[in-house]
């Protein structure tokens, strides 16, 4: 599992007070650079194959700016070519919001998805979450000790 811990800035505040809906993208876009380099070590553009085929976002609580936010990252599942992976996003020890994202291997020049290298897999497997998601805060914290 990777864990980003995100400041929220004024900017991402909505004029109802709490984080905007548009954040969570870039949140988790954010918690995901630790599988990002799985695949590509140095993050260099020019070497980039990945690309997501899915994101959804699911809203249980507000977030507010002042407060930093825990973003965990896990991933649920693994096929030949894609990952899935699930988000958690929690703020004063509470679940906010929980989102998924669909990553796929993929070859930029052909246009077709490959598969995960064995080496790639391997270092993935560490990173698998196979109870159930989400979980509160308390919860993940004695599981991943």
Known sequence: MFTE????????????????????????????????????????????????????????????????????TAIQKMGNSSVDLVHAVYQNGKLCTIGKGVMIHFNHETKKSMPIPDSIRYELNKHLFTKSWPLTLEELEIITQ
């Open 5 to 72: 811990i995100i400041q929220p800035r004024f900017l991402e505040t909505d004029a109802l007070g709490h984080i905007n809906n548009n954040t969570y993208g870039v949140w988790f876009e954010a918690a995901r650079d630790p599988f990002f380099r799985l695949f590509i070590p140095d993050l260099d553009a020019k070497k980039w194959n990945l690309v997501i085929a899915h994101s959804s976002c699911d809203f249980l609580k507000e977030v507010f700016y002042g407060k930093e936010v825990i973003v965990k």
